[in-house]
């Protein structure tokens, strides 16, 4: 059967596919050498393999009768349970109270045993705690921040009785010194509102990167100045460092955290809301054989199987919270971590990377319900809002859960996942922020607090006529709530600094 090659460009696909079935390459009609060549390879891959065994069975034939390569395999089989016994034995915690439970080595520790720890500590007898080893860390590069930062730390001092160091690093070399009559009274008066808190300044050398995609977030490779020890001489003497953003607003103290395990190098809450879905849940559950669809994978039964492939989510932990326990190793891996950094990458994805790559750092994730929460949540649908209330272990599964959503669950479904109880539009958004410590304003596309914005925020049912530059929250009680705590940013920020609200560029 000869084969025209004209007229194919008419034909749809699958008429296509249905004469390539029926060719039989021993009567394609050839004409010239390069043909031979394609016929000669194209029989040659109809040919049945000389050997029907698998390459699996030769591969295990020729180790069985390869007694070097045998004693090699065994002699790795060897090292490899004596190092985990190594593990087990160092870090005890590993097979208690901590979860070590998929391939990016994530440890994480439940709220309850952050406490307990903290408890034991100080309460030991004969054994008072010294709390100058421990401080809070943050960081400024403009007038703005700084009042945040002084503000932050006034709340821990004043109010919430901390009795840890209070580190503020700074540089405002770079910043635009042409501005309101407000802000150069601050200027000159920043130094005696940080005397009387007893904040350690600390007027660090700004870190340059070279090329960013994003000049929006430049600044924020100076919070990685907390990492070098070998050049601030002052973070010597501290065993943890608790790092905040201060773009936050504070419910409590966290000096509880400066008793999490030393064998951990960072402890960071996940970015719950940046986490990708799995791809295809059932390949997802074929990593779990002993386990059901309806699963709830926090319970202790369940944590043996937890060694989770790839299978198609991205987890990333968040650099607006760390726990830092300072060590060489940890600021030389850094500085490397911003040595090959690409363009689009910024302060998160440099220390996520170092965490990903490099295998004698550890790192233990902190629960993110409890401990830090971003306004914007606000602006999510219902279904994007579980993601705040998920375990740490469960945040990669929530997104499987969508192919049957929150709302297909009926209450009385025993199986509904723990996370779904709240799916409703008037979940009580107030007592979620109120139990959260660290409330992060993060509103994009809206700006900082201590920015008028031009983007208006509206709710219920309004006409589309009304809504030009106007973000939606469906709920009124919950932008009531949002709207409390920017009021009361922006208060304490007056107390405190003196400083108005700035009027937006855009």
Sequence with gaps: MAIETTGLVDRNMEDILKDAELIDPSNIIV????????????????????????????????????????????????????????VYTTYPYYSGNYRDHNNYNLVSITTEVIQSNYHEAITKQGSPVDWNKYAYVSYATDLNYLCASLMLFKKLKNDYKTKADLVLFYNLDHMDHDIRSDFVAFEDNYQTIADSLGVKLINMDAIHVGRVEDTNFESSFNKLALFQFAQYPQLAKYSKLVYMDSDIYLNDKLDELFFLPNEFDVAMPLAYWIVDPAKNYQNLLSNYPSTEPNFAPSERKHLNYFRIQDGGYNLKWSTALMVVTPSAKLADAINEGLSIRSNTDYDMDIVNSVFDSVSHLRRLTLPHRGYFMITGDIFSSPHGRNLHLADPLDLQFINNYSLKKCSSWTSSDESKPYWCHTDTIKHDYLKRLNETKIVHFSDFPLPKPWVQSTIKIACGNKKKKDLRRTLMVENCDDYNVWAYYHNLFIRERLGICHLHQEEDDD
Excluded: C, H, M
Aim: no cysteine; glycine share 2%.
């Design 31 to 86: 004409e010239d050498d390069e043909d031979d060549e394609y016929l000669y390879d194209l029989k040659k891959k109809q040919q049945k393999p000389r050997s029907s065994l698998s390459s699996t069975t030769r591969a295990l034939r020729y180790i069985s009768r390869n007694k070097q390569f045998l004693w090699i395999l065994v002699g790795f089989f060897i090292v490899v349970k004596i190092y985990d016994f190594a």
